[in-house]
């Protein structure tokens, strides 16, 4: 009865552990832009993965432009730790398969040891492409 109460405990902790990381289609662009910001919160690669298209790319707070891949790496290997994020103001302008997502984000975070805490606002453009809805660009500016 042990061994099987200890299968079944690990069974559900499995399940719990694949649930937790299973990505979510968006809905619509608002939708597509949210679960974005909720990937960098988490510090969920694999739903970026699955969530940018691929010639995405990121104006940061800095002004750099960073790609797909060097966003997915620096979530993944932690040089970008979001501990707090909270979206305000958002505005969805639709374009058939097309959205531009505008607002704020009051965010707390951490980029290649430089602490940074305040209200970035935020331009995210989300496109549908073989059904599937698409983070294609990201422009972030801090408010000073």
Do not use: H
């Not at 608002?30 to 993965?49: G, M, R, V």
């Not at 932690?78 to 398969?97: A, C, E, F, H």
């Not at 073989?130 to 000073?144: S, Y």
């Amino acid at each position: 009865m042990k061994k099987f109460a200890l299968s079944l405990l690990l069974s559900c902790s499995s399940l719990l552990n694949f649930a937790q990381t299973t990505y979510r289609q968006p809905a619509d662009a608002t939708d597509c832009s949210a679960i974005f910001f909720k990937a960098l919160l988490d510090e969920d690669s694999n739903t970026l993965k699955s969530l940018l298209s691929d010639d995405f790319s990121v104006v940061g707070m800095d002004g750099q432009m960073v790609d797909r891949d060097m966003l997915i790496d620096a979530i993944s290997e932690g040089y970008v730790n979001v501990q707090t994020g909270i979206l305000s103001g958002v505005r969805t302008r639709s374009y058939g398969d097309v959205g531009v997502i505008s607002g704020s984000w009051t965010v707390k975070a951490t980029i290649s040891n430089n602490s940074f805490g305040g209200e970035v606002v935020f331009m995210t453009v989300c496109t549908k492409s073989g059904g599937n809805w698409k983070v294609a660009a990201v422009q972030l500016t801090p408010i000073k």
